[in-house]
């Protein structure tokens, strides 16, 4: 079994493999840099796991940012039947697209 690491950033808790190649909510970080989360979960190395309370202490996981880019539109509509109130909303969430280097 390879090592993997659950990675909370954004809100959600993604799984993640080296060499995955993820999308998360935007990270303030240019394209081509490296960043370091710390904010891991569950860390694996094949035969044991270990898990946090929240993180676990001295795990990180190491990305290296592609770039950034808008998610898919969605679209959030609400209407009151025989009332005419209509209420439509869309929304794009800014990402960030980034490579999985490194599960320490």
Do not use: W
């Not at 935007?26 to 081509?32: D, H, N, T, W």
């Amino acid at each position: 079994m390879e090592a993997y690491a659950i990675l909370a950033t954004g809100g959600k808790q993604l799984l993640v493999k080296v060499g995955d190649r993820i999308e998360i909510e935007k990270l303030s970080v240019e394209a081509g840099t490296e960043t370091v989360l710390d904010t891991v979960c569950a860390v694996s190395d094949g035969t044991t796991l270990k898990v946090g309370a929240p993180y676990v202490e001295g795990a990180k996981v190491t990305l290296v940012v592609d770039g950034q880019k808008r998610g898919p539109k969605v679209i959030n509509f609400k209407a009151k039947r025989r009332k005419g109130s209509r209420r439509k909303v869309g929304h794009r969430q800014d990402l960030t697209v980034a490579t999985v280097k490194a599960i320490a």
